[in-house]
């Protein structure tokens, strides 16, 4: 009686069902088709490359193989910009959008804040804010900084990411000039420029097997320098991925090597603490959905990216991408902006991109994590396995079940 009791209770809530494999599959199917098309209705993210070009020479930036990148203009003129913010402003008004609804801009490159860059990039602020109410993110490599104190008067700049390879002599072996030279103290003097201008500064540090045990001697170097003071600086540790060149995978990690990493070394290491955990957002979502009963919801997603939804890279050549690290790929451009502003869609490219949902990737359709991990980035299953219709894991399962666990835990405690 109890059991039955139980069961009902179960299935009330969804928790089991009475399905087969393959209508469960098509239920699924159907959640996530939805899904999708939810995803396409919210305002797209607009990114914006003024230059593919950059003030530092690092050996492994990837940039450099994009096969358009030889013919790239050197950095996009007003005429371009203007054409670029008539589109967004079409298609907000389309969407219905007000001016007191925010749009999301970021600037990326190449590097984008380049010293002969500035006019520029100050009419691309100017531009923005006639929008209304604009959240601006650059991405940078912090180099140039000094010459931008005037554009970190802007209230619209959300944040700033910036990246650093390691401790001061590991990062100057790799993160360097055209002549050579080193970039961590002047990248580490900017750092702090920023933060004391108070605007949010977030630090990526790129790992692989070969470095990662650098992390608590670069989070000791920050911390001398402070940047553990500042409450709007944040620090988190990113993965190196595969490029082209690696035959070898051997050096490589995922999330959860990074997590594992983080949480076994904290006893030895307290410095750890600065840096965020992979996916940290899962346990915060889950504690909200045990604590308060919210259901985790803003978890869910149909595709692993924006690239699949509504992302929207403008290059500047007057190419429109979707997904941000591959722009400067011909095979990838879903839009060619015309010089009065027109723009040509590639429809079957558009397609490409957002046919990839979790529903449609063989593994990911009975993963009990798909609805949470989305199927990985598409390019990445691309390189491991040859397919953009795969799976690409990167520990996703390993993380989620340790953020769980934790989250159980200390709701028995
Ligand atoms: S497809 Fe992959 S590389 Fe491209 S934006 Fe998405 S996660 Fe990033
Ligand atoms: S964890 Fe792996 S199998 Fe599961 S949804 Fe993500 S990519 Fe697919």
Redesign the pocket.
């Known amino acids: 009686m109890k059991i039955k009791k139980i069961m009902k209770q179960l299935i009330q809530k969804g928790i089991i069902n009475r399905l087969n494999l393959e209508q469960e599959v098509e239920y699924f199917s159907n959640i996530v088709t939805n899904m999708q098309k939810a995803a396409l209705l919210v305002s797209p993210s607009y990114i914006l490359l003024p230059t593919y070009q950059c003030n530092l020479s690092c050996p492994y930036c990837y940039q450099k193989n994009f096969d358009l990148y030889s013919q790239s203009r050197l950095t996009m003129d007003e005429n371009m910009v203007d054409n670029i913010f008539s589109t967004i402003a079409r298609i907000e008004a389309k969407r219905g959008e007000t001016r007191q609804e925010a749009k999301h801009i970021t600037l990326f490159g190449g590097e984008p804040l380049l010293k002969g860059n500035k006019e520029i990039i100050h009419y691309i602020f100017q531009k923005a804010l006639a929008l209304g109410h604009v959240k601006m993110t650059i991405i940078t490599n912090g180099y140039g900084l000094e010459d931008y104190q005037d554009l970190l008067d802007y209230d619209c700049i959300e944040h700033l990411q910036i990246t650093l390879d390691g401790p001061e002599d590991i990062h100057d072996q790799v993160r360097i000039t055209k002549g050579g030279g080193g970039t961590y103290k002047t990248i580490l003097d900017n750092i702090r420029l920023v933060l004391d201008q108070g605007t949010k500064v977030n630090i990526r540090v790129n790992v692989d097997r070969r470095n990662i045990h650098q992390l608590p001697r670069l989070a000791s170097e920050l911390m001398a320098w402070n940047i553990h003071k500042y409450p709007h600086a944040s620090a988190y540790v990113g993965v190196i991925?595969q490029t082209i060149q690696d035959k070898d995978i051997s050096h490589l990690l995922d999330e959860y090597d990074v997590l594992t990493y983080l949480t076994s070394h904290l006893e030895e290491y307290p410095q750890l603490a600065l840096y965020g955990l992979p996916e940290a957002q899962i346990m915060n979502s889950l504690q909200e959905a045990l604590t308060k009963g919210h259901p985790a919801i803003g978890l869910f997603r149909s595709t692993?990216?924006?690239?699949?939804s509504n992302?929207l890279c403008f290059d500047v050549n007057g190419h429109i991408f979707?997904?941000?690290?591959?722009d400067g790929t011909e095979r990838y451009i879903i839009g060619k902006m015309e010089q009065k502003g027109d723009i040509t869609w590639e429809d079957e490219t558009i397609d490409f991109?957002q046919k990839r949902q979790v529903s449609r990737i063989k593994a990911c359709k009975i993963c009990p994590y798909a609805l949470f991990c989305g199927g990985?980035?598409?390019?990445?299953a691309e390189e491991r396995h040859g397919d953009y219709m795969n799976h690409?894991c990167n520990g996703y399962q390993a993380v989620f079940q340790y953020h769980m666990k934790k989250v159980l835990q200390s709701k028995i405690d």
């Open positions: 991925h692993h990216c924006k690239a699949h992302n979707t997904c941000l690290e591959n991109w990985g980035c598409a390019i990445r690409y």
